[in-house]
C-alpha cells in the first residue's frame, strides 16, 4: 500500500471519528438543554403551588381553636372549628391568597359586612385579623388588598359554639377598625345605653 493510500485512509477515519463526537456532543447537548428545561418547569410549578403570604404562618391549629367572627351592622357573632385537620385546610386556603400591601387605606373603606379571625401562635399569644371590602387588616396595623370569599368560608364549614355580643369591642382588631390619627369611625361604636330621667339626675 503506497504512503498516499495510508494517508488518505488515516484521514477517512479522522474525520468518521470527528463526525462521531460530534454527533456525539450535540445529542448530549439536546440531553442536558431538555433536563434542564424540565427541572426548570418543575421549580416554576412548585414554586406556585406553595406561593405563601406568610399573615398566618405562625398559627397552631394542633394547640388552638380557630374563631371566626361576624358583624353585620348589629351585633359581632362568633363561632369556632376545632378539630386541627380542619383548621389547617382553612389556615392553606387563606395562605395561598394573593395579599398586597395596600398603599391607602382608610375608615372609610371598611363595609359591612366585617369578619375576623383569631387563633393561637405557636409563641403561646394570640393572631388576630379583620377583613372588610376586599382588605385584610393585621393587628400590627398593616392593611392588604386580599381577595377571598369569606361568606363562603362561613357556609362551607361547620362551625360550632355560637356566641353573641352585643358590643364590637371583642371583635379582633376593633380598635384599629374603630379609630384612626383622624378620629372615630361612628359606625363602629356600640350606642351608649339611654338612661331614663331618674338616672340621670342622681
Known amino acids: 500500500m503506497s504512503l498516499l493510500k495510508v494517508g488518505r485512509s488515516v484521514q477517512r477515519i479522522a474525520v468518521i471519528g470527528f463526525s462521531k463526537k460530534g454527533i456525539y456532543m450535540i445529542y448530549c447537548k439536546r440531553i442536558i438543554s431538555t433536563v434542564l428545561c424540565g427541572v426548570l418547569v ?3 410549578v412548585s414554586c406556585k403551588g406553595t406561593t405563601s403570604n406568610g399573615l398566618m404562618q405562625d398559627a397552631s391549629p394542633s394547640t388552638s381553636a380557630l374563631a371566626l367572627y361576624t ?6 357573632c362568633r363561632m369556632f372549628i376545632f378539630d386541627s385537620d380542619t383548621t389547617q385546610s382553612i389556615l392553606d386556603e387563606l395562605d395561598a391568597v394573593k395579599a398586597t400591601e395596600a398603599e391607602r387605606w382608610s375608615l372609610d373603606d371598611i363595609t ?3 369578619y375576623g379571625l383569631e387563633i393561637g401562635s405557636t409563641d403561646g399569644t394570640s393572631i388576630l385579623a379583620a377583613w372588610s371590602n376586599g382588605y385584610w387588616i393585621s393587628q400590627d396595623e398593616a392593611v392588604y388588598s386580599f381577595d377571598f370569599d369569606f361568606a363562603g368560608l362561613e357556609q362551607d364549614y361547620s362551625w360550632s359554639d355560637g356566641d353573641e355580643f352585643s358590643s364590637f369591642a371583642v371583635f379582633p382588631c376593633a380598635r384599629i377598625l374603630s379609630q384612626n390619627e383622624s378620629g372615630w ?9 339611654e338612661l331614663s330621667p331618674q338616672a340621670a339626675s342622681r
Open 71 to 76: 358583624y353585620n351592622g348589629d351585633k359581632v
Open 185 to 193: 369611625n361612628g359606625t363602629l361604636l356600640t350606642p351608649a345605653i
Open 112 to 114: 359591612l359586612p366585617i
Open 42 to 44: 418543575l421549580c416554576m
